[in-house]
């Protein structure tokens, strides 16, 4: 199924899709040394972003967080692509000067799909590619998360 949406920054990418419902913080939620989501209280805690297609509605919090962002492209540990309901210009700028494809404007159906599905993003070409559709992601199990301390048991 391909998806329109609307280019922030430039590229494309393909990889296994990370999905969250809650806006991500990259100034607190996710180590910029290690790529992993860092906030207990968050729904991707203990779940690494390196080299996902990072599926979040936006972003929230402090203005470091494109830095935050750059230095994860710096270390290797950034997503493949990033998609947001509404992107903002906290994760925008960081997308921009690190080379990450962004877009949005798509719908909030995006973040019923599961974690692990391959996703391509063409940002050039303003499209999102994922097998087969909405309605079959809808229809999949619920996704299941551990914590960080249950992964290391």
Not at 68 to 93: D, F, H, T, W
């Amino acid at each position: 199924m391909q998806i329109k949406c609307h280019r922030v920054a430039s590229g494309c990418a393909s990889g296994l899709a990370l999905v969250t419902k809650e806006p991500i913080s990259f100034l607190g939620n996710v180590n910029p040394e290690t790529g992993v989501v860092v906030d207990p209280d968050h729904e991707l805690y203990g779940k690494c972003i390196s080299g996902k297609i990072l599926i979040f509605p936006g972003s929230k919090g402090s203005t470091v967080g494109s830095y935050v962002i750059y230095q994860l492209k710096k270390r290797g540990l950034a997503p493949a692509a990033m998609i947001n309901i509404r992107s903002e210009p906290i994760v925008a700028v960081g997308a921009i000067i690190s080379g990450i494809p962004l877009v949005d404007r798509v719908t909030d159906d995006v973040l019923v799909l599961k974690d692990g599905v391959l996703v391509t993003v063409d940002a050039d070409s303003e499209l999102v590619q994922i097998p087969g559709d909405l309605t079959e992601q809808r229809n999949m199990p619920p996704k299941t998360y551990r914590s960080a301390q249950e992964v290391r048991q």
